[in-house]
């Protein structure tokens, strides 16, 4: 919903600036950042390697408009704001948790579970209209025996088409089998993407909560969702301050082990179903992004094409023992090198590095 905070917020964990102001629809074109994924291990990395870079990963954040009832239709730009939605590979859904009558709401009060409920309408009518386009389409390939995927592709846009009539989101339809799944993700369906609820809270509720968050906790339960409590005008703050050691003295004092823009990141990265290699010598530390189930060579074509068309082997190291050992020839010394072939799945915090031939 428009002056929840997800322009406040999207300044805190972006290198990009959005217009934030009280009024709705202050951010009509999307905004878009990119951001580090903070991960301590590369920063224990750098330590112990001393190169001359350090490269973490990073993901990109869009900050769209807020949709309000009737975007489906085109109420409030709806359509262009939904289209920029159905780019993403996930949502974050923030949510207003607090009391401030110098912020308007555009329903007249706040009430978070009944703002989450107008944008999953919105965007289940939105993949209504789209499921029932595709079906008409797909009915006649079904029939007419023209299209052999047809048939599987027309039994689950009925089931998407089922739940979405029972004002469910697509996401609570689990796919079959690979092929399903792949049908699924073609799709671009808004309610199939994986999401995750951020309660914009005040300050004193950032630690524990409130009755607002404890609201939306209920109401997600049969939701697979994640949930994230922030308080994004205190975190804009915290941003503005200079020196690491007083940021944690300032989260201390109010019951915070750590920035509730850091859980974000964290968490969006996790969402997305996203792991991390690295590759750690004297010239570069760097952080790698692959998906969760990667094998070798796909890890190797990250960093370079060629490394996986001309894939020969990987040598891991686990990142413990290089934290112990504090070296690759020490590892090596001390047998500790694993070489894996193309079938490897490469696991969260490896550090590696291909031979490759082409």
Not at 50 to 56: E, F
Request: with cysteine; glycine share 6%.
């Amino acid at each position: 919903m428009p002056n929840v905070g997800k322009s406040t917020l999207f300044n805190c964990v972006s290198s990009g600036k959005a217009q934030s102001a009280n009024f709705p629809f202050c951010t009509i074109d999307p905004n878009v950042g990119s951001t580090s994924v903070p991960d301590k291990r590369l920063e224990v990395l750098t330590e112990i390697c001393k190169p001359k870079r350090t490269i973490p990963a990073t993901v990109e954040i869009v900050d769209i408009a807020g949709l309000v009832r009737g975007a489906s239709k085109g109420e409030g730009l709806g359509n262009q704001f939904l289209a920029n939605i159905r780019e993403t590979d996930a949502i974050v859904h923030v949510l207003r948790c607090f009391d401030d009558d110098n912020i308007v709401h555009v329903d007249g009060s706040v009430d978070p579970v009944r703002d989450k409920e107008v944008v999953d309408t919105e965007l289940q009518i939105k993949d209504l209209e789209t499921i029932d386009s595709r079906i008409k389409k797909v009915e006649k390939m079904a029939t007419t025996g023209g299209y052999k995927e047809a048939k599987k592709l027309l039994s689950l846009l009925l089931r998407y088409r089922d739940v979405l009539l029972q004002g469910k989101s697509c996401r609570s339809v689990v796919p079959e089998n690979a092929e399903e799944a792949q049908m699924a993700k073609d799709l671009y369906l808004l309610t199939n993407k994986p999401v995750l609820y951020v309660c914009n809270v005040d300050e004193s509720s950032a630690a524990a909560g409130n009755a607002y968050v404890d609201a939306v906790r209920k109401s997600i339960e049969r939701e697979n969702a994640e949930i994230l409590v922030v308080a994004a005008k205190t975190e804009a703050e915290i941003a503005e301050i200079e020196e690491y050691e007083d940021r944690q003295m300032f989260l201390e004092e109010i019951g915070l082990k750590e920035s509730g823009v850091v859980r974000l990141i964290q968490s969006a990265y996790k969402l997305l179903g996203l792991r991390t290699f690295f590759t750690a010598g004297a010239d570069e530390c760097r952080a790698w992004t692959i998906v969760a189930g990667d094998k070798a060579p796909r890890a190797a074509g990250v960093i370079h094409t060629d490394f996986e068309r001309g894939f020969i082997r990987a040598e891991v190291i686990k990142y413990d023992d290089f934290v112990q050992y504090k070296s690759e020839s020490a590892v090596r010394a001390a047998g500790k090198m694993g070489v894996e072939g193309k079938d490897y799945v490469v696991q969260d915090g490896d550090i590696m590095h291909f031979l490759f031939n082409v």
